[in-house]
């Protein structure tokens, strides 16, 4: 069993930046991949970024490519998402996923388990 704690969010300005944080709680944090989603209201939970074992490889939704960058530390069981340049658009709950493989991938389905999630709210 894994726990995925989220941390991180708030309010913030158009054009801000933000960093979110995901502990593991549990066993072999670094047998996961590690992945980012963000829900709006009203609207279906969709991929943001995510990240293999140990950091070589990422992924990102296309929307996102160029103003966020996933990350982590293997040793604080810790992934990290900085966002920049944020947009009204971008509030949202966002979660942090975890899929016991090597390989990331977009699909919501393909994950063993969740973070409870952190508000984002980007205003105008």
């Known amino acids: 069993q894994v726990q995925l704690v989220e941390s991180g969010g708030g309010l913030v300005q158009a054009g801000d930046s933000l960093r979110l944080s995901c502990t593991a709680f549990?066993?072999?944090?670094?047998?996961?991949?590690m992945s980012w989603f963000r829900q709006a209201p009203g609207e279906e939970r969709k991929f943001v970024a995510g990240i293999n074992w140990n950091g070589d490889t990422t992924l990102y939704a296309d929307d996102v490519k160029g103003r966020f960058a996933i990350s982590r530390d293997n040793a604080k069981n810790t992934a990290f998402l900085q966002m920049n340049s944020l947009k009204p658009e971008e509030t949202a709950v966002y979660y942090c996923?975890?899929?016991?493989?090597?390989?990331?991938?977009?699909?919501?389905?393909?994950?063993?388990?969740w973070g409870q999630g952190t508000q984002v709210t980007v205003s105008s």
């Open positions: 996923a975890a899929r016991l493989s090597t390989v990331v991938v977009r699909g919501e389905d393909d994950n063993d388990y």
């Open positions: 549990g066993r072999s944090f670094s047998s996961y991949t």
